[in-house]
């Protein structure tokens, strides 16, 4: 095996985290405006949080054309808060990084449970897209808001708002992009909001980035991406930016992922 297909096999595996859990058979497969991508994998038997089996499905590699059309839908980090505008926020930087189109629904201080400042919570405010976007991509993100709301019902609210995402549109690939930490150490209600969404998206055959997984923010970067003073722990324009840089190298490791089959090997590209 090259030391190059290594690298990349476990690049793909931390954006991918928890789409296929450790079973007790040993198999272990790849695994989240501001103004489902089906699976070509069989079904595979997971281990569920209360240690019952649930139906996990692998996801095929991301398919987009030369030029696509995204919908970035989220919270305030989607909005562009703490940028110097915020048309300069990741979501819209995204754009330009893939050569494409991004079109930015964020709310700021909305959530699966929580209703925003300007907007009510994510499950209605997919009931107000407009049908007739037709996007390429949808990247649904976040979202910290739901830290005090606790865990009663949050995975029904998560659960009802991704089906009406798909149903609305149905040709859309869906890429779920997990809470990032504002502060750290992360928080355990963070931490929880990140194992529900990831095991929910695997359930889906959905691919999943966690930032948290993922390292984007350490101790070593956070003031450099988190405007702690007057952003008040939101990115900054340079956060911003590197976040939509790290987005984008996260979708194009997507583009290109190997998939694992429940008893099979590991297929990757030719070398």
Known sequence: MHASAARRRL????IAIALLL?????????????????SAAPA???????????????????????????LVFGDSWTYGSAATDPTLGYAYVLGGLIDGETIVDGVRGSG?????????AFGERITLLDPALAPNLIIIQGSINDRAQGAAGYREAVTAAWDALA?????????????????????AATARIDTDLSELAAARGWWYISPIALNWITDQNYLAVIDVDFGHKHPSTEGHRYLAE????ALDELRGAPVTEAGGSETTPDE
């Not at 809470?179 to 750290?184: C, D, G, R, S």
Request: proline residues 16%; hydrophobic residues 45%.
């Open 246 to 249: 790290k987005l984008a190298a």
């Open 167 to 187: 149903a609305k549109y149905p040709e859309a690939s869906i890429v779920v992009l997990g809470p990032a930490p504002h502060e750290l150490p992360v928080g």
């Open 112 to 120: 699966y449970l929580k209703p925003g400042l300007d907007g009510p």
């Open 22 to 38: 450790a079973v007790s058979a040993g198999v272990l497969g790849v695994w989240r405006p501001w103004t489902p991508l089906p």
């Open 44 to 70: 595979v038997a997971a281990a569920d949080g209360d240690g019952s089996a649930a139906s996990v499905v692998a996801p095929a590699p991301l398919s987009l054309p030369d030029h696509p059309r995204v």
């Open 11 to 14: 690049r793909t595996a931390g």
